[in-house]
């Protein structure tokens, strides 16, 4: 950890309309439970951005703002140039209030009610939701998991690809929940099957900047102009309530037109400037920061691994290539049905007074796992690990 930044310092969030905290009974039935669900962090946002957000507020008047302008476009542009080495246009850029928000323009945009989206499962449950409330049809293609890493099965892409209905790949990079940060070769893989079948893709690299491995975007291996890579700097500066996301989307038509919606349709042409101003701030001034960050969830994700692995050896868990969520297979340890998911969330929540979210959550394909949040102090992982140990070797013997 940087001797600049304390991230081990515990900030109580509680009373602050947090919904990790606040409002876990919501999906957990109790209130007073040690959260590890949505993915948000228990850290302070950067300095930098917290410094600007000051002096914002100290002048006082908060007006109609705009976001089209050369320090916002140009602080994500140079973000991606000298952190990822890719030359995104500027002016290909747009905002959006989230990230979901802009993929759901995309999709409505570039399919038909009834069509299908291809999607790597698990996946993040947001999408499932997203395409059924739009009538949109979940094209699954399950990773496949080998010696603890997991794998596109190219024969189910292919396959789902080719059909008639499929009209996007909703890209998710870095993956959620598995932690994959794919391959050039993968990357180049997928965009040559989609050209090759005119699939469109949707490439969310949300979680982009919480890679210990390379990450390349998709604009680097793009065989045309079908695509939109969407992102924020939410996840990885912790500032999702501040509102704010981008699209860089190339294809001049799809933009005029998701503008277009934006405006007229849904009157979002004023962006919240304290979103906009977070953003200048983290990608001009929060490499540092970032950098320090990422070590320190590094090192959870390796508390998870030797605490776990240590206790119950028959989950062989392997920290990510990236983002802060361990996705924790317990199939190992006969958590392999709902019945038995039952029986430790039960324990965790009800005895143990902690609350993860389990893995069926992000479908079928995610039976057998929970997902853990570790973007918080090395203690608060500590007491989780705790908790969880306890409660799968008391299963475990039962």
């Keep these: 950890m940087c001797e600049s930044y304390d991230f081990d310092r515990e900030v109580d969030r509680r009373g602050t309309y947090c919904t990790q905290w606040d409002y876990v009974a919501d999906r957990f039935g109790h209130a007073d439970l040690l959260p590890f669900t949505i993915s ?19 002048h006082g008047v908060f007006g109609y703002s705009r976001w089209n302008h050369s320090d916002f476009k140009g602080a994500v542009s ?18 959006g209030p989230s990230v979901i928000y802009v993929i759901a323009q995309l999709v409505a945009l570039w399919s038909a009610p ?18 059924a409330a739009n009538d949109r049809r979940l094209l699954s293609c399950p990773l496949e998991k ?15 690809a080719a059909r008639p ?14 932690g994959r940060v794919w391959t050039r070769d993968e990357l180049s893989r997928m ?45 990885s500066f912790n500032i999702p309530a501040l ?21 007229a349709a849904h009157g979002l042409s004023s962006p919240p400037i304290l979103g906009i101003l977070a953003h200048i701030s983290a990608y001009r001034e929060g490499g540092a920061w970032l950098d320090a960050l990422k070590n320190h969830l ?24 990236g983002t802060y969520l361990a996705w924790i297979d317990l199939r190992g340890l006969g958590i392999d049905s709902t019945e038995r998911m039952d029986a430790l969330q039960t324990l965790l929540v009800e005895k143990y007074r902690v609350a993860i979210m389990r893995g069926d959550t992000y479908g079928p394909e995610g039976k057998g796992y929970i997902r853990l949040n570790v973007g918080c102090a090395r203690q608060k992982v500590d007491k989780g690990l705790d908790a969880l140990i306890t409660a799968l070797q008391e299963l475990h013997a039962g």
């Excluded at 948000?40 to 600007?52: V, W």
């Design 40 to 58: 948000d962090m228990d850290l302070e946002t950067a300095p930098c951005i917290r410094k600007t957000l000051s002096k914002r507020l100290e």
């Design 243 to 263: 509102g704010g996301a981008y699209a860089f989307i190339p294809d001049a038509a799809s933009r005029d037109t998701y503008l277009r919606q934006l405006k």
């Design 165 to 178: 209905d499929c009209r996007i790949l909703l890209l998710c990079s870095p993956h959620n929940p598995t």
């Design 78 to 95: 140079g973000w991606f140039a000298r952190r990822h080495g890719a030359n995104l246009d500027p002016e290909t850029l747009v905002f």
């Design 298 to 321: 590094h090192g959870n994700l390796a508390r998870v691994a030797e605490r776990l692995n240590g206790a119950l050896p028959a989950i062989d868990y392997r920290v990510p290539e």
């Design 146 to 160: 080998r010696e603890g890493r997991y794998h596109i099965d190219w024969a189910c892409f292919e396959q789902q």
């Design 114 to 131: 009834g069509e299908g989206v291809l999607v790597h499962t698990p996946a993040y449950d947001a999408f499932g939701n997203m395409l």
């Design 191 to 235: 965009a040559d099957i989609c050209l090759r079948h005119g699939v469109k893709v949707i490439s969310d690299d949300i979680h982009m900047d919480i890679s210990f491995v390379p990450y390349l975007p998709w604009s680097e291996v793009a065989r045309d102009d079908g695509w939109a890579l969407v992102s924020s700097g939410s996840k």
